[in-house]
């Protein structure tokens, strides 16, 4: 027989089809936004670091995250500079410090301090602004920082904000120019600041402590042998380090281990993944079990003929993948527009990629087959002789 | 027009095997709104626990500390002008460190911890197990703690139930004898609690300054009784000025809470991951009064032919929604209750179901059964008694 049965069975009830589509798309929906929350925090904590440029980071032990980084001395980033095969060492300073909008409320935002020419970000957009930092009343505010610290158009900060002045921790400071980064998931905002400013800002961090040493190696350089080198002459024990020196990979699966594993997020959002994928299992099996029921004297009747169970479980199975195939196209539209939706009401960045685009979908074939698989039991009960 | 037997109960339950299906979908929409609201809920509650937890009617803080974590301090001179305020029965101070705080236990890594410091005499945490009070004298030798027991095991105290005190750490590089537990929980910036007399508090955080006991986080106001709250508030407020912010316990947490609520995106995403809860609940209560009023079609349009009206088969239909959303809720709500317990285990969270929250999400169940018992009656509409025969 060349009958798609299959396929005519999904099609032979449209409405209802259409119902069941939608059951097991919102499920998928549910998997993509529990996935894309988490995605979105993945990104959030990392991304500080993907616009700063290094090979190797050097960081002090007392590390906790971005915003809670403890100090090193910049004598060290000196010696380190001195190291065979290192380019250059930048130093990036960081703290939060308090940010009073017109209205008089605080926040928190988190100050960069830099030195304007020897730039530490990858992007030479940010780079190009800081000619506008030769005033220690200069700073340059983050677009991506929250609406609470005060822009002109309440939205976000352009450049009707340019010349307006702000008082950070207890000074006044000057809105000189614009860069775009996102301060990650410990602050709402972001400012950059020349090293002289950031003195004078954050007199509790004196001019030899620095946050970050940067560095540089030049290209096709061992990272590997570097940092063991660098690793050894800093080691006071086989524990006991005096600074952390870690390659981007190490700093960006730290930082994912730290938000991800020790928080409640990553518990919360990975939860939300398992329940959405049940539910989705619970439509499918619903959908395919009540069909099965309803159709349960044809396939009788197709055993009676002699088609075998072998050939019924196919139908059944073809038809679970059928269902997975149409729910999952309109399914992924919904939850791009939904990705927007949140974006923008949330001012999180929620972004689709195509692993995670792929990943749901087989864990949507999958969760089909299974509901399949399960809904198949009714039809082995489906003997002839009781039909007639 | 009545029928003489409970027609919707009797329609849901002759199939016992269906209806065990239909039960368990809608559970599971209960489930997952539970989920959601909790989570929600949790993140807000877990911040603002320690401020539940505070015996006093006021609440002094800097005006410029937007939120807890945010450690900006005022000087404690002002509680001795807050305590000679008429009304005022006591003004006691409560110290904080989060930032500046990190305890190690051997061989591990030293991690932050919330650090909190009061008055041994005076104590400021209602206590309601009497935990803090049993163990006040051990807390005024030096170097001792009470460490909250909920906080994170990655510090690697042994804090079950019936773990053996004192244990030994080291706060700030500073010996620390825990001598025993005290609940609290953890939420988003904390993983753990520890709870001191100021004294000790005064020689592991010497940074303060000179007198480390100067600069004060909260101040802690109780009225005298017989005044009023309102009043206190209002003369509390004349003199402190601009100085130092004062408020009611509600209002500080009101505040806390809003300053989170704006800041995350944590109540757009549960409001989304709720909505869909609710979308996936509709979905499944419809499939199963719709299969249902499919099925019995031929009955219903016999009944039609009898004469029974449109709004006989409307009561018909919603009731039987109603007993769905019923039955399907009492489960939903006690696997929710279980997940809830799991996920305070797994979170240190504070998971909590209370009333208001359980109507809510029961009304939630019932509109969404209702909103597909209302989809579904469309076709018994439809059924046409002469398309029968």
């Known amino acids: 027989m060349r009958t798609n049965l299959a396929l005519l069975n999904i099609l032979s009830n449209i409405p209802k089809t259409v119902l069941s589509v939608a059951g097991i798309g919102v499920a998928i929906v549910l998997i993509f936004m529990q996935l894309g929350f988490r995605g979105a925090v993945e990104d959030t904590a990392t991304n500080i670091y993907g616009k700063l440029d290094f090979d190797l980071l050097i960081r002090s032990p007392d590390y906790l995250h971005f915003i809670d980084s403890g100090t090193i001395e910049q004598r060290l980033l000196d010696e380190i500079a001195g190291f065979d095969g290192v380019q250059d060492v930048k130093a990036l300073r960081v703290a939060v410090v308090n940010w009073r909008t017109e209205r008089g409320e605080m926040q928190g935002i988190l100050l960069l301090g830099v030195d304007p020419d020897r730039s530490p970000f990858r992007d030479q957009a940010i780079d190009r602004q800081f000619n506008r930092l030769n005033s220690v009343n200069a700073l340059l505010i983050d677009q991506k920082s929250h609406r609470e610290f005060g822009p002109l158009n309440r939205r976000k900060f352009d450049s009707d904000d340019v010349g307006r002045s702000f008082e950070v921790a207890d000074r006044p400071m000057t809105i000189a120019g614009l860069f775009s980064m996102g301060a990650g998931l410990a602050a709402n905002g972001a400012a950059i600041v020349s090293e002289k400013s950031f003195e004078r800002l954050v007199p509790q961090q004196t001019v030899q402590q620095v946050s970050f040493g940067l560095v540089q190696l030049p290209d096709g350089a061992d990272v590997e042998a570097i940092s063991k080198a660098i690793r050894g002459r800093f080691q006071r024990s086989s524990t006991d380090q005096t600074v952390g020196v870690l390659t981007r990979e190490e700093v960006i699966r730290l930082e994912l281990e730290r938000w991800i594993g020790e928080t409640p997020i990553g518990f919360i959002f990975t939860l939300g993944v398992l329940i959405a994928l049940l539910v989705g299992a619970a439509i499918v099996y619903m959908v395919l079990g009540n069909d099965v029921a309803y159709r349960l004297n044809e396939y009788a009747t197709l055993r009676a003929m002699g088609y075998s169970n072998l050939y019924l479980s196919a139908v059944v199975l073809k038809q679970s993948a059928y269902l997975a195939l149409f729910s999952f196209v309109p399914a992924l539209m919904l939850s791009l527009g939904l990705y927007w939706v949140t974006s923008l009401l949330a001012n999180i960045a929620m972004e689709m990629n195509l692993l995670r685009v792929g990943s749901v979908f087989v864990l949507t074939v999958v969760m089909c087959g299974l509901s399949g698989a399960l809904a198949l039991k009714k039809l082995w009960q489906a003997a002839p002789a009781d039909l007639f | ?389």
């Open chain 2, 1 to 389: 027009m009545k029928t003489p037997v409970p027609l919707a109960w009797k329609n849901l339950t002759h199939d016992r095997r269906r209806l065990a299906v239909a039960v368990g979908g809608i559970a599971f929409a209960v489930l997952l709104m539970f989920q959601q609201r909790g989570f929600n809920h949790a993140l807000f509650d877990s911040t603002v626990e320690i401020v539940r937890e505070l015996d006093c009617d006021l609440i002094m803080v800097n005006p410029a500390r937007f939120a807890l974590t945010n450690e900006i301090r005022f000087p404690g001179s002002w509680l001795e002008v807050a305590g000679s305020q008429s009304g005022v029965d006591s003004a006691e101070p409560l110290f904080m460190e989060n930032l500046a705080a990190r305890l190690r236990q051997d061989g591990k890594r030293a991690r932050p911890i919330r650090v909190l410091g009061f008055n041994l005499d005076r104590p400021v945490l209602l206590d309601s197990r009497r935990e803090i009070l049993s163990q006040i004298n051990e807390l005024r030798e030096p170097n001792t703690a009470l460490i909250d027991r909920l906080s994170k095991s990655s510090y690697g105290f042994e804090l079950a139930a019936n773990a053996e005190f004192p244990q030994l750490g080291e706060l700030n590089g500073n010996r620390i004898r825990l001598i025993g537990t005290f609940q609290s929980g953890r939420d988003f910036a904390h993983e753990g609690n520890l709870l001191m007399s100021a004294e000790n508090f005064a020689t592991y955080f010497r940074y303060r300054g000179p007198d480390p006991l100067s600069l004060v986080d909260l101040g802690l106001v109780k009225v005298g009784a017989g005044a009023s709250t309102e009043q206190v508030l209002r003369s509390l407020r004349a003199t402190l000025a601009n100085n130092v912010a004062v408020m009611t316990r509600q209002q500080f947490i009101d505040k806390e809470i809003a300053f989170w609520a704006r800041n995350t995106p944590i109540g757009v995403i549960f409001l989304i991951g709720t909505l869909m809860g609710f979308v996936v609940g509709v979905i499944i209560c419809y499939q199963i009064l719709a299969n249902d009023i499919a099925e019995h079609l031929g009955e219903f349009a016999t009944l039609k032919a009898m004469g029974y009206g449109n709004k006989f088969f409307f009561a018909l239909v919603i009731r039987q929604a109603v007993y769905l959303g019923l039955l399907g809720f009492i489960p939903g709500l006690f696997f929710s209750w279980l997940l809830f317990e799991f996920n305070a285990g797994m979170t240190g969270l504070l998971m909590q179901m209370s009333i208001p929250r359980v109507v809510t999400i029961l009304l939630a169940t019932l509109s969404m059964c209702v909103v597909s018992g209302l989809l579904a009656l469309r076709k018994l509409l439809a059924a046409d008694p002469a398309s029968l025969f």
